[in-house]
């Protein structure tokens, strides 16, 4: 029979936080708190379409990559996290269903 095992072995990343993000007509962030100690945030889309970017600068509704109702955006890296950054297209406000791993 097999030893135990480290599950940390199979699992480096771990969940620590969820945040559902309200994304409006204005660009925002994931919020500072929970971003500042991430390693991956996988978000959902849901709602309407969402433009994004993740070099700091703030998307507006017709620059930054489009994400629809459904998709999964996999941000990688603390620093990328950190300076993500969404906004609604329309005039329909979208929500972002995010967890974040380390």
Same mark, same amino acid.
């Given at each position: 029979?097999?030893?135990?095992?480290?599950?940390?072995? =199979?699992?480096?990343?771990?969940? =620590?936080? *969820?945040?559902?993000?309200? /994304?409006?007509?204005?660009?925002?962030? *994931?919020?500072?708190?929970?971003?500042?100690?991430?390693?991956?945030?996988?978000?959902?889309?849901?709602?309407?379409?969402?433009?994004?970017?993740?070099? &700091?600068?703030?998307?507006?509704?017709?620059? #930054?990559?489009?994400?629809?109702? &459904?998709? /999964?955006?996999? /941000?990688?890296?603390?620093?990328? /996290?950190?300076? *993500?950054?969404?906004?609604?297209? #329309?005039?329909?406000?979208?929500?972002?269903?995010?967890? =974040?791993?380390?």
């Amino acid at each position: 029979m097999p030893g135990p095992f480290d599950q940390l072995d =199979f699992y480096p990343l771990r969940t =620590f936080a *969820f945040e559902a993000l309200a /994304v409006a007509g204005t660009s925002i962030g *994931f919020t500072a708190a929970t971003a500042t100690s991430a390693k991956l945030a996988v978000a959902k889309v849901e709602s309407a379409q969402i433009r994004y970017r993740t070099d &700091g600068t703030a998307p507006t509704a017709t620059v #930054g990559i489009i994400a629809d109702p &459904g998709d /999964v955006i996999l /941000v990688y890296g603390s620093a990328d /996290v950190l300076a *993500f950054r969404a906004i609604r297209t #329309g005039g329909v406000s979208a929500t972002l269903s995010s967890e =974040f791993l380390r």
